[in-house]
């Protein structure tokens, strides 16, 4: 990461808190956004001053989105009078796509590699040809398609239904999209079984990572571990495509990240906001609500529930 200039862009964001799969709490903040603001990773929030010396008209504020950190930062700050809020910070995981497909399946033990080579090889043999039928798609005009074949599958997800974590089906996504894929800075791949779209994953890139954006699969498949298989192949991919450094698979736990990831970075959300009544009283309301529910997690996690819930939960949207 040796960027020293940020690029920054405009974004419409949503300081939300969650209750298991319910959003009670999400006021829409419109920021300008980064990836990188200092060189290197942030260890005192103070080096964020000269940005509240000025901000764009009609902007709430700046955001800090998954920034690399050198330590724990305080939740909440003063940064020349402003608030510096801290929403969450977290280990991201990543893949370190620049290694080569050999090395990074050396990682791997010799029983995990077996068994997701078991798992291409079951869903090739449910096919009623024998081979895996699984697609690439990066150009705006094989975009587009991926779009329009994707979101009927999108719409059965868990993800859409619950976190609305579906394919974004608006105008302004298309044309982002598409925007994206004139610069080559997309990467979206489909798994097919017998003529059906059964997995999809969408990728997109900025400053040096690419983001596993949006994926999901049919869960009347799901034996076959359709998404595991797309995974799998979509990063042997890019390994040997080599265009990208990193792979990013986002905030939040999941057991395909701690097992494709090749490293952790250590992150944070930051947001910086002038010291208006509203801001003062959204980021206390989000520190509240958000510790709140955390407590409820642990003592549901404490009494054996939570995976319990969480299981019934999905597949009562699935269904």
């Known amino acids: 990461m040796t960027q020293t200039t ?21 006021p829409r903040l419109r920021v300008q956004v980064t990836r990188q603001y ?15 010396q000025t901000l764009p008209t009609g902007q709430d504020g700046w955001l800090l989105y998954a920034h690399t950190v050198a330590g724990e930062l305080a939740p909440l700050s003063h940064v020349n009078g402003w608030l510096a809020y801290v929403p969450q910070q977290y280990a991201k995981y990543v893949v370190d796509l620049t290694m ?11 029983k995990t590699r077996f068994n997701l080579r078991r798992n291409v090889k079951l869903l090739a043999k449910a096919s009623s040809s024998g081979t895996l039928d699984w697609r690439s798609y990066r150009n705006p005009e094989q975009v587009a398609e991926f779009h329009r074949l994707a979101l009927p599958l999108s719409r059965r997800t868990y993800q859409h239904k619950l976190f609305d974590g579906g394919l974004p089906e608006d105008d302004a996504f298309r044309q982002r999209m598409l925007d994206a894929a004139s610069r080559d800075d997309v990467r979206a791949y489909m798994l097919w079984l017998n003529g059906q779209p059964v997995a999809y994953a969408y990728m997109e890139h900025e400053q ?3 983001e596993w954006a ?3 699969h049919d869960h009347e498949h799901a034996n076959l571990s359709p998404g595991t298989v797309l995974l799998t192949l979509a990063i042997e ?5 080599g265009r ?23 992150v944070a959300d930051v947001l910086l ?13 989000h520190r509240h609500l958000t510790w709140a529910f955390g407590l409820l997690r642990r003592a549901t996690q404490a009494m054996g529930l939570h995976s319990r819930l969480k299981r019934w939960v999905r597949q009562k949207a699935s269904g």
């Open 214 to 216: 949006y994926m999901g």
């Open 244 to 266: 990208f450094q990193w792979l990013d698979f986002g905030s939040g736990e999941g057991q395909h990240k701690s097992v494709f990831s090749s490293q952790t970075l250590p």
């Open 100 to 110: 080569g497909a050999e090395a990074y399946w050396a990682q791997f033990s010799s």
């Open 208 to 210: 040096g990572f690419l």
């Open 6 to 26: 940020p690029v920054w862009k405009h974004e419409d964001t949503h300081l939300g808190a969650w209750l298991g799969p319910w959003r009670v709490f999400h």
């Open 38 to 52: 200092t060189p290197g990773a942030l260890a005192d929030l103070q080096a964020l001053q000269p940005l509240t």
């Open 273 to 285: 906001l002038p010291p208006t009544l509203r801001n003062r009283t959204l980021v206390w309301l």
């Open 237 to 241: 991919a890019l390994q040997q495509e």
